[in-house]
């Protein structure tokens, strides 16, 4: 059994930071590609980073520059760190694995003057 919780979205203003969090049970995440992922309201989720097991990075291009995804394997947690937030940022962030088997709840990020 699996259980992903992402955590510390937030209300930020256009060019602010947010750090998410995405931390696993049930599943060590160094052994997977992990991916990051984002819904806005009305839209399909799509994808947003990955970070290999080899820590091989990847971006959409719309956070290409802007955005960081990173792993602890220590604390089995992954992270996103997001810098030069812009309003189209604003969704329900996501992350997840291949064979996971679920999707968490997310974490809502609002990027908003």
């Known amino acids: 059994h699996v259980q992903l919780v992402e955590s510390g979205g937030g209300l930020v203003q256009p060019g602010g930071s947010l750090r998410l969090s995405c931390a696993a049970s049930?599943?060590?995440?160094?052994?997977?590609?992990m991916h990051w992922y984002r819904q806005a309201p009305g839209k399909q989720r799509t994808w947003v980073a990955t970070i290999t097991v080899t820590n091989i990075t990847n971006y959409a291009d719309s956070v290409k520059g802007r955005f960081a995804i990173s792993r602890d394997n220590a604390k089995n947690t992954v992270y996103l760190q997001m810098d030069s937030l812009k309003p189209e940022d604003t969704a329900v962030y996501y992350c997840?694995?291949?064979?996971?088997?679920?999707w968490g709840q997310g974490t809502q990020v609002t990027v908003s003057s």
């Open positions: 049930g599943s060590i995440l160094s052994n997977y590609n």
């Open positions: 997840n694995f291949l064979g996971s088997g679920s």
